[in-house]
């Protein structure tokens, strides 16, 4: 069971990755594509099945199998 966090909600990786995906190509602003590649760098580097993600920044924290 995925212990709760205050402020982060649950999401699985692999589910978020294809969204983010689709956000970078839908996005116009350079700055927001820019981050989210960031973001999808990273989360592509993690082997975790699910991530705690911030519900007020881009902050995302592997969750540990």
């Known amino acids: 069971m995925i212990k709760k966090r205050k402020g982060y909600s ?3 990786r692999e589910d978020f ?12 602003n ?6 989210m590649k960031e973001d999808l760098k990273m989360l592509l580097s993690w082997n ?5 993600s911030s ?6 924290i592997e969750i540990k199998n």
């Open 55 to 60: 519900e007020s920044t881009n902050e995302y």
């Open 10 to 12: 649950v999401l699985d």
């Open 48 to 52: 975790c099945k699910y991530i705690y």
């Open 17 to 28: 990755i294809e969204d983010l995906i689709k956000w970078i190509a839908e996005t116009k």
């Open 30 to 35: 350079d700055n927001d594509k820019f981050l």
